[in-house]
């Protein structure tokens, strides 16, 4: 089935540019999967598999018990030759990591700062936002009403590490390689050389706005270079449709675009909320989500200003909603 995503998640808020992929298992080459989930909006994230010699490495899982029992039920027939041995979360956001209580006797590795973070949102505290009476759960639930984040119990990594860190999948090299703070305090990209296949978490948002909600900026440019330095044939996003290093490009444009013009404007005494409305996105504008440069353009106020406060959580969604509800 063919999935138009021009209409956007379930939930009231965000949808990625019109772009029509397949919700399911992907083979994309040299026993390397992606599993993807249209339109990759708010919490319609991505995961992967990488089989080799009877055991398999799974990357990331998802959101809510449901979808990553649906996600592990497309991958039954793999599994049952090559059982899940390792679990990686690239990060610490709940739509890839709420579901490693399904995935028993893995092992789950991610960088030390993830499995700090991880602890900082848990699943309960998306069930209260979403319960929540009045003005939150209203904003909330048009974000995330469509998750369900009941019986989630935390699963924490059992394994850390900082920087590079390499594991052995049925003797294929996998490499773990530590870029944030960017995205979030501890972002992790998954490079396979024999594959030339780069599993980027959400370091790349495929058609649609990357949010920085840690940064700096200038981390995140840095681990788009070093994507492209990997010369990868197949990028997987964390969100959207599987990709390739020009993706990776644009997302870089998009960071260094967004640093200038927000660094330019701190200097000029701009608020934060003014520059986010001043900042002419062109052809960004196109991406799904684009209300994030009100996040983004906080980031850079912040990386700029150790004395800047900047928003709350609740004030970041709240600005977000804004301004692509007034358009």
């Not at 009403?145 to 999948?169: K, M, Y």
């Not at 870029?179 to 959400?202: E, K, M, N, R, S």
Request: aromatic fraction near 8%.
């Amino acid at each position: 089935m063919k999935i138009d995503c021009t209409g956007g998640a379930p939930g009231r808020y965000g949808a990625l540019m019109a772009v029509h992929y397949e919700k399911g298992l992907v083979d994309v080459g040299n026993g390397c999967y992606a599993y993807l989930q249209p339109d990759g909006g708010w919490g319609w994230s991505n995961a992967g598999l990488i089989e080799s010699n009877g055991v398999s490495l799974l990357v990331d899982t998802l959101f809510d018990l449901k979808l990553t029992q649906e996600m592990l039920d497309a991958m039954a027939p793999i599994r049952a030759r090559s059982p899940i041995a390792t679990l990686v979360n690239t990060h610490a956001n709940g739509d890839h990591c709420y579901g490693n209580q399904l995935v028993t006797n893995a092992a789950i590795v991610a960088s030390a700062a993830t499995a700090h973070e991880m602890a900082e949102v848990p699943a309960s505290a998306m069930l209260s936002l979403n319960n929540a009476p009045g003005e939150i759960g209203e904003l909330f639930r048009g974000f995330f009403g469509a998750f369900d984040f009941s019986g989630i119990e935390p699963t924490s990594p059992t394994e850390t590490f900082t920087g590079r860190h390499d594991l052995s999948v049925g003797g294929r090299l996998v490499e773990l390689h530590e870029v944030g703070p960017a995205h979030t305090a501890g972002d992790t990209i998954v490079h396979l050389p024999d594959a030339a296949t780069v599993f980027t978490g959400d370091i790349l948002f495929s058609h649609g706005t990357p949010i920085v909600w840690a940064g700096p900026l200038s981390n995140w440019i840095a681990a788009c270079d070093l994507i492209e330095a990997m010369a990868p044939s197949v990028v997987v996003p964390g969100h959207g449709p599987v990709s390739t290093i020009v993706d990776v490009r644009d997302c870089r444009e998009y960071l260094s675009m967004i640093e200038r013009e927000a660094s330019a404007r701190h200097a000029a005494g701009m608020s934060a909320s003014d520059a986010a409305h001043d900042i002419a996105l062109g052809e960004f504008r196109e991406w799904g989500e684009w209300g994030r440069i009100a996040v983004n353009v906080d980031t850079v106020y912040r990386s700029i200003d150790s004395g800047y406060a900047g928003m709350d959580i609740f004030e970041m969604f709240r600005r977000m909603a804004a301004l692509e509800a007034a358009g």
